[in-house]
């Protein structure tokens, strides 16, 4: 079965530089979570998308942003890189259906960014 | 923060059943409890969810106490695949998860 993509799968930056990462759900799911997991830590909500709009936002930066696109694909952009911004990002699929009790979050294998 | 309650970590020999409990005394009406597992820097895995009724399927029981204050994520037949860090969370529907520090649980062969 298809899961969630996310690319690339490892990225390296330097501070103050930016780095856009992409998520693509599993086919017709409507909804997409991101997750920052840092070193050691356990992974927190960043923001979360519901038909291309922003449904719920959680500990995200300011100098992070992010969209969901038409297909439904979704890209958080970061900028101003610091040391504290390596960690895990994952992306998180699911459908949003109006009396589904089957709303688990399906998880991408994640983007292991590197802020040198 | 976290709604719920899991110990840091736990032993279970390879093929013997794993029971991992999760206390969510605050948990109310509407809320799930999902479990999920996250296997070494992969992302978190889905296990099982359920709202007051027990629930299995291929991968594992979900045992939720009458009250909805706590529950047991039951892995019958344990494989050293299964090392992992378990997660229990509280969920209403359309939220997003909120992970806490979860149950660290090694097979032992």
């Known amino acids: 079965a298809a899961g969630v993509i996310q690319s690339p799968r490892h990225l390296i930056k330097e501070k103050r530089e930016t780095a856009t990462l992409k998520c693509y759900p599993i086919?017709?799911?409507?909804?997409v979570y991101w997750y920052q997991q840092g070193p050691g830590q356990d992974p927190q909500f960043l923001i979360s998308?519901?038909?291309?709009?922003?449904?719920d936002k959680g500990s995200i930066p300011d100098r992070f942003s992010a969209q969901q696109f038409s297909d439904y694909h979704s890209e958080l952009n970061m900028s101003s890189l610091e040391l504290g911004d390596s960690a895990l990002y994952f992306c998180?699929?699911?459908?949003?259906?109006?009396?589904?009790?089957?709303?688990?979050?399906?998880f991408g294998p994640g983007t292991r960014l590197t802020v040198l | 923060d976290a709604k719920t309650t899991q110990p840091p970590s736990m032993d279970c020999a390879e093929g013997r059943a794993a029971n991992l409990p999760c206390n969510h005394s605050?948990?109310?009406?509407?809320?799930?409890v999902y479990w999920y597992r996250q296997i070494h820097s992969q992302g978190p895995q889905y296990i099982i969810h359920?709202?007051?009724n027990n629930e299995t399927n291929e991968m594992a029981s979900l045992i939720i106490t009458e009250d909805r204050k706590s529950s047991t994520l039951i892995l019958p037949h344990a494989t050293l695949r299964d090392t992992a860090v378990y997660y229990c969370?509280?969920?209403?529907?359309?939220?997003?998860?909120?992970f806490g520090p979860g149950t660290r649980l090694s097979v032992l062969p």
């Open positions: 969370i509280v969920r209403n529907y359309g939220q997003n998860f909120v």
């Open positions: 605050t948990i109310s009406g509407n809320e799930y």
């Open positions: 998308f519901y038909e291309k709009m922003q449904s």
């Open positions: 998180a699929s699911t459908v949003a259906a109006i009396g589904s009790t089957y709303n688990e979050q399906f």
């Open positions: 359920g709202l007051k």
């Open positions: 086919p017709r799911h409507d909804t």
